[in-house]
T-cell receptor, first 110, second 114 residues
Framework: GQSLEQPSEVTAVEGAIVQINCTYQ??????LSWYQQHDGGAPTFLSY????GLEETGRFSSFLSRSDSYGYLLLQELQMKDSASYFC???????????FGAGTILRVKS | NAGVTQTPKFQVLKTGQSMTLQCAQD?????MYWYRQDPGMGLRLIYY???????DKGEVPNGYNVSRLNKREFSLRLESAAPSQTSVYFC?????????????FGEGSRLTVL
């Protein structure tokens, strides 16, 4: 089976940097994705790591270490609109059948 | 661009009633998925369709059936609703069933079973 662990809540100040960690246990691991979901909204894709290392997309970066079964999402220059839930998700068996973590609520304070 | 469209957005059912959630995408994607999300939890895969004409079970398929009507449409049916199926249901699509990790989600259908 697959299981993922991520912190339930993180609080940070506007303009700061925050890191959301994700550890996973899965067979047939293929890649790690990150999604953002605002209250009452649809999840939206942020990034994907199929290989070890850092992927950067604007203010967001994501990192993967396959040997450690670990990844993180890094959010820089935090803005109030970044307050949302963030989910890591693993792809397994060469497909987009994603298994999601329980999510991390990020609260950005002014 | 409409993207992924789900209907209905809200529904209240009584235990034992049946209903179908509809999903359509206009992005010419090959793969489609149904997830459910319960409070404080991540999304759990119910069923998916890697391509037109194929469907397969996900993590929590019991109590549900699906139909991939054509490339655009993927419906989810609850034959005999139970209170445990109270949830938010999300339909999603991807270009193909390939390891890109990117799904496009609809806005969700909020179902309450009394």
């Amino acid at each position: 089976g697959q299981s993922l662990e991520q912190p339930s809540e993180v609080t940070a100040v506007e303009g700061a940097i925050v890191q959301i960690n994700c550890t996973y246990q899965t067979s047939g691991f293929y890649g790690l994705s990150w999604y953002q979901q605002h209250d009452g909204g649809a999840p939206t894709f942020l990034s994907y790591n199929g290989l070890d290392g850092l992927e950067e997309t604007g203010r967001f970066s994501s990192f993967l270490s396959r040997s450690d079964s670990y990844g993180y999402l890094l959010l820089q220059e935090l803005q109030m609109k970044d307050s949302a839930s963030y989910f890591c998700a693993v792809s397994w068996e060469y497909g987009n059948k994603l298994v999601f973590g329980a999510g991390t609520i990020l609260r950005v304070k002014s | 661009n409409a993207g992924v469209t789900q209907t209905p957005k809200f529904q209240v059912l009584k235990t034992g009633q049946s209903m179908t959630l509809q999903c359509a995408q206009d992005m010419n994607h090959n793969s489609m998925y149904w997830y459910r999300q319960d409070p404080g939890m991540g999304l759990r895969l119910i069923y998916y369709s890697a391509s037109e004409g194929t469907t397969d079970k996900g993590e929590v398929p019991n109590g549900y059936n699906v139909s991939r009507l054509n490339k655009r449409e993927f419906s989810l049916r609850l034959e005999s609703a139970a209170p445990s199926q109270t949830s938010v249901y999300f339909c999603a699509s991807s270009v193909q069933d390939r390891g890109t990790g990117e799904l496009f989600f609809g806005e969700g259908s909020r179902l309450t079973v009394l």
